[in-house]
């Protein structure tokens, strides 16, 4: 197997594995910039190989979340004076990178480093220690939770703007996703639809 049975989105996706993509947003330039290091002839400049051509990443990003529904994010929107440019898994991405990236590493001859996962570890216990987590596990629903423990969990306030929530959400989802916590993603899934007016607000 070689880089040729790969897709860009292949490489994509594990360029966004291997820069932390399950546990926070990660900038299209960075992710243009791995790209190039693990495939320099797809990701480069045609005139000018010894450059990383953002566009075939960016490409490649945007049919992953909209064909595929393996990733959420956007590439170079701005809004007002912060740049919400950024890429992050959903659970159905890291259940498909790690059902991939074997896969993907043979084809492209070299294993990288696996991400360090002390950081991640503690993140998911703070969230599955959090008093809404308790209460759910306790009552087995997500009724009687109040909205700022919700906020809390995700560690926003109840005037965070819609844009953020959602954002935290798909964070804490990815976290979930990657370290296989159903319950938590369950959770997750029960609270949207309780909060949905403040997510969407």
Known sequence: MSN????????VLYSLYLLGGSR???????????CFELAQDRFSWRRYPEYPDIEPARKSLMEARNQKDLISGRAG????TK?????????EGVFWIEKNKSRIEK?????????????????????????????FLKEKTCNNIKAYEFTDFLNVSLDTPSSVIKSRI???KALAASEKREKL?????????????LINN
Do not use: H, M, Y
């Open 107 to 135: 084809a492209l001859g070299k294993k990288q480093k696996p991400i360090k996962r002390t950081e991640l570890s503690k993140k998911i216990a703070e969230l599955e220690s959090s008093s809404a987590f308790l209460e």
């Open 24 to 34: 926070r947003k990660i900038f299209t330039e960075d992710i243009a910039k791995k």
């Open 77 to 80: 929107e701005v809004k007002g």
């Open 83 to 91: 740049p919400s440019d950024g890429w992050i898994f959903s659970p």
């Open 185 to 197: 993603l369950t959770f997750i899934a029960l609270c949207e639809k309780n909060f949905s007016k």
């Open 4 to 11: 040729e049975e790969l897709t860009n989105v292949d490489i």
């Open 170 to 172: 798909q964070t804490v």
